[in-house]
């Protein structure tokens, strides 16, 4: 983590529909190489915000920076710089390894010989070269987590965002999938992630809680823990979430 590189700035963020604030003054920074949790409950916001940051909706007022580039003017150049995971995988079924990997890499702006290469090195590390030209599928949930994931940052995003990605998988595979995480990361990668799994928001290296569209917490988990005198992550979120 590189506490003198910021990756995504926001200064008193604000979005609403109408009457209804979705997020309400939210101010925050995330450093280069770092994994920050982005938690909440549903509808606290967070879907709003995450949109906003990767360029895909305009704020109400504030000022966001992401990657370096102002949320206002230069959308198109925060989605060249940005990775993205879904909660649902954004892969196809119907195509195969192979496919879906030219696919995302051509839509990241790759060239082909940049997609080739970039392809072979990701499948060896993957151990999947016996699933190249199968459908993605017939594969199963653990392995098209790691590779959606993989997909995600094969262009070498500044930045990944991921959204709820181990929802569904057993314990074993949530743990390797970290463990891709905090290789992005040390490859100098932000990972800016949503979870559900409060033992999963411990290995982040900080985190910021939302409740009704505010942040009401931020800081490293172990601080967060001392400052609300709780066991753990989970009690920490349960006694913000109630009030």
Known sequence: MDTNTIAIK??????????????????????KGEIFGFLGANGAGKTTAIKIIC???KPTSGDITVAGFDVYAETEKIKKNIGYMSQKFSLYDDLTVWE???????????????IKEEADKLIDKLGL?????????S???????????SIAIIHKPAIVFLDEPTGGVDPITRLQFWEM????????ITVFVTTHYMDEAEYCDRLS??????????GKPLGLINEYKAKDMDEVFVKLARG
């Not at 529909?17 to 997020?23: D, E, P, R």
């Not at 879906?100 to 940049?114: D, H, L, P, T, V």
């Open 10 to 31: 926001a200064v008193d963020l604000n979005k609403k529909f109408g009457s209804f604030s979705a997020n309400k003054d939210l101010n925050f920074e995330v450093f």
């Open 55 to 57: 360029g895909l909706s």
């Open 100 to 114: 879906n990997i030219r696919f995302y890499a051509g839509i990241y702006g790759m060239s082909k010989k940049e």
């Open 129 to 137: 070269e016996h699933a190249r030209n199968k459908l993605i599928g």
């Open 139 to 149: 594969l199963p949930l653990g392995w098209k987590q790691k590779l959606a994931f």
């Open 181 to 188: 995480i905090y290789a992005a990361a040390n490859d100098g």
């Open 209 to 218: 809680i939302m409740v009704a569209g505010e942040i009401k917490a931020i």
